[in-house]
């Protein structure tokens, strides 16, 4: 049950991510629902490799994978972001603006 339980956590936070990431214009929270989308995977991922009362290790040592190269490219898309920032003062793409140049 509390497998299930965890699945279907991991499948809401996918969900989430997924409207964040299509939904939001700013690049940080896009990075953000993205990373959400990780977790989310994560998670599911994690539910699906335990199998009652014997755990795999080899989902276990994927996720452990997993999350330090999402650790490693939050930081480089973070990055990327701040110096699109400091070099246009916005932190939006320029094909996400209106025609006046805002962001919706």
């Not at 599911?44 to 009652?52: D, I, M, Q, S």
């Not at 040592?61 to 400091?86: K, R």
């Amino acid at each position: 049950m509390s497998l299930t339980i965890f699945a279907l956590t991991g499948a809401a936070l996918i969900g989430l991510g997924v409207y964040g990431l299509l939904a939001r214009l700013h690049l940080l929270r896009r990075i953000i629902a993205f990373n959400l989308i990780g977790s989310g995977l994560f998670l599911f991922f994690g539910a699906t490799g335990a199998r009652g009362e014997i755990l795999d290790p080899i989902p276990q040592a994927l996720i452990i994978t997993g999350i330090v190269v999402a650790l490693s490219a939050s930081a480089l898309a973070v990055g990327l972001v701040v110096a699109l920032a400091q070099g246009s003062g916005r932190a939006s793409l320029p094909e996400d603006e209106d025609a006046e140049g805002r962001a919706p």
